[in-house]
């Protein structure tokens, strides 16, 4: 006899793999569950039908599998038992995981920025002020509650099968048959041997440590024949700095942001205490040591540390407005000229607007300095009308906007912006007493500009740098510029220009540095520094072309310990991830290839992925419909990939890390619920 009681339809299950659960994996599930609420809160409004479980073909429940060897939130780089000296680059009030006010995304049910975050929980966050730099500690905090909101918002969510963490790493991934036509899936084996069945994989495998380079590595081994101490690029907070003996002499190379963490770490972590002087900026702090600090001997090639940021409460000064580097500009160009070159077309208007700014601030606030009110007025107008005679597309030489200046301040040099990077440029110093003098006199005027905040106008044009770096950001995720001249400008000397003006660290890290320096426990080298092993006195030895005269006659800085104070490179070609060499090594991943200037190919920093939603590529150009790229390695595509999405900004813009991860999240969750 036939039975009329239908076959119970076997359960499906749709499983997608996180692989990291850093701020990119965090962002990936806050839009996932995102996504999944609105599709709850749809179906309930929706009006009475025949639904898939009716029809007999209910939707496969999702089961999340979020991998990481670290704290699932914080991850690596942000955990919170780090020590609380290392501080953010951006005030509390930027940073976002989750999309919470962003524009055009709706938030999930368990966002928040944090500085909301902040807000809601002073006794984890400390007493932070919006404008205070907090420490990264306390922002893994914030990443690990924000991951464990999302999680258990997602298991408690129809549709939701499963949310488990595997405390582990992804050592390799096979794609299964089929993932090139948005079939199969991808096996990922773990450290411990063990495999996951993925139907969908999201990559947000973030920092990775790199291989050294040719130098790198002879320093290296070198230290490793004559008994010295050699620390390649690293994470901060994976380094010994209680390794290094009080009263060693230790080479830095780099002065941008991991060597203020070096700073804080060899001083205030070692029992030393800053004290308010009264004296003003430059000059705020005095360093009483402890006795137990080595002596540091930073070096890079600008010479000089990366500048303190202003004193706003803003990300970009109020006073700064873009009037020449505009959306309709540059799509006009792009009209008349296909893809930018960076160079030709928009560093002019960037230079523009960049000296508009500082003679419009320098004209409001500090008129004496061009004869007073009147005569400041009539300089500003003359300068506009060269500015506008640019735009006619007549050029604006150096040598008349020089004219210009001396017929009402005769001396003063016209502001070039672009020597900030480099300010002792040709520049040649006798002694390193010579050179320590004139760095510290130059970084305590630029703290005095950085304390005026927009009431000084180099603070406003590099505020207006950087709010040009930020549309550049965009236009370079949007394909708007060559490859070529994003290669030999944009990355060969537009990065830093806007990193060492714009991207460093809080002011009071600088008053500290010279505060330190004034105590003899920092020696400036110079810059171009040439590092070498020196077999004779077994130490290491730095000098600086500029610094001490003929070769003989050199400033040499020696010691028996040297740290290279940067993070290991991020270009997938060199990375000793076991996961990201795994995935080059079997074409199942390539990196992005640009052309240089003669058209020759030249692999880029990041994986070669598909517009949004990023999908990977392989060797032969195929897409994997079902492997998605988030974060770092998406550096071929992107500019600026290691920083935070910005609270309340576009996310296509400014937030991009948030648009990124929402678009991965849409297509994830269409392809678990067909």
């Known amino acids: 006899m036939t039975s009329l009681v239908p076959e119970p339809v076997p359960e499906r299950r749709f499983t997608v793999a996180v692989v990291g659960a850093g701020p990119r994996g965090t962002s990936f599930l806050e839009r996932l569950l995102a996504a999944v609420e609105e599709s709850a809160a749809g179906s309930a409004a929706a009006p009475a039908s025949a639904s898939a479980e009716e029809s007999g073909h209910p939707a496969p429940l999702l089961d999340l599998v979020v991998i990481d060897p670290f704290e699932p939130g914080p991850g690596h780089v942000w ?57 990264r500690a306390v922002y893994g905090r914030y990443l690990a509650e924000m991951f464990r909101e999302v999680t258990s918002a997602l298991n408690g969510r129809a549709g939701v099968g499963s949310v488990i963490w595997r405390q582990d790493e992804v050592v390799h991934l096979a794609p299964a048959p089929g993932t090139h036509e948005a079939a199969g899936g991808a096996r990922l084996t773990l450290g411990d041997g063990s495999t996951v069945e993925a139907d969908a994989v999201v990559l947000c495998v973030g920092h990775v440590p790199a291989r050294l380079t040719a130098e790198q590595r002879r320093l290296e081994e070198a230290a490793g024949q004559l008994g010295l101490h050699y620390r390649g690029p690293n994470i901060p907070c994976d380094l010994d700095w209680e390794a290094i003996p009080a009263g060693e002499d230790v080479l830095v190379r780099g002065m941008g942001l991991n060597f203020f963490d070096g700073l804080a770490q060899l001083t205030l972590g070692r029992g030393g205490t800053y004290a308010d002087t009264g004296a003003g900026p430059g000059r705020a702090l005095d360093y009483r040591p402890s006795g137990a600090e080595p002596v540091l001997h930073p070096a890079s090639r600008r010479g000089v540390c990366y500048l303190p940021k202003a004193e706003l409460d803003a990300f970009v000064p109020h006073a700064v407005s873009l009037k020449y580097l505009v959306p309709e500009v540059v799509e006009a160009l792009q009209d008349a000229h296909g893809p930018l070159d960076f160079a030709v077309h928009l560093w002019p208007l960037i230079h523009r607007d960049v000296v ?165 426990l920092v020696r400036f080298v110079g810059p171009d520094p040439q590092f070498e092993p020196d077999a004779g006195r077994s130490r290491f030895a730095v000098s600086s072309p500029q610094v001490g005269g003929a070769e003989e006659a050199q400033d040499v800085h020696r010691g028996t310990w040297m740290v290279e104070a940067m993070m290991p490179p991020n270009r ?26 003669e058209g020759d190919p030249v692999p880029g920093r990041g994986f070669d992925v598909t517009e949004r939603p990023h999908r990977l590529r392989d060797v032969t150009g195929a897409v994997h419909e079902r492997i998605f790229v988030l974060g770092l390695q998406l550096a071929s595509v992107q500019w600026g990939t290691a920083i935070a999405a910005e609270a309340g900004r576009d996310p296509d813009g400014r937030a991009r890390t948030l648009g990124d991860a929402e678009a991965a999240a849409r297509a994830v969750w269409a392809l678990a619920r067909p």
């Not at 962003?102 to 902040?118: E, K, Y």
């Not at 997938?572 to 200037?597: C, H, I, M, R, W």
């Open 79 to 135: 955990r919170a038992g780090q020590s609380e000296l290392f501080l953010m680059n951006t005030p509390a009030f930027f940073p976002t995981v989750a999309a919470a006010g962003t524009p055009g995304l709706n938030p999930s049910s368990a966002a928040l920025t944090f500085d909301q975050w902040r807000m809601a929980h002073p006794d984890r966050a400390r007493v932070l002020d919006r404008t205070d730099y907090p420490p």
């Open 356 to 520: 508009r700014a500082y003679y419009n601030a320098l004209v409001r606030l500090r008129p004496d300095v061009l004869g007073g009110a009147g005569p400041a007025t009539e300089f500003l107008a003359g300068l506009v009308g060269l500015l506008e005679q640019a735009g006619r597309g007549e050029p604006v030489t150096s040598q008349q906007a020089q004219s210009l200046l001396h017929q009402y301040a005769p001396g003063m040099p016209f502001l070039d912006i672009r020597a900030l990077a480099r300010p002792f440029e040709g520049q040649v110093f006798a002694t390193g007493e010579d050179y320590q003098r004139a760095v510290i006199g130059f970084l305590e005027g630029i703290c005095a500009e950085a304390a005026a905040g927009e009431d000084s106008p180099l603070m406003v044009a590099i505020g207006t740098l950087h709010a040009a770096r930020l549309q550049v950001k965009q236009w370079v995720a949007e394909q708007r510029i060559t490859d070529a001249s994003r290669r030999r400008d944009v990355s060969g000397w537009f990065e830093s220009l806007v990193e060492g003006t714009a991207s460093g660290p809080p002011l009071e890290r600088v008053e500290q540095l010279l505060a330190a320096a004034r105590a003899g």
């Open 572 to 597: 997938v070609l060199v990375s000793e991830s076991p996961l990201v060499s795994a995935l080059l090594a079997e074409g199942v991943a390539v990196p992005y290839t640009v052309e240089d200037e």
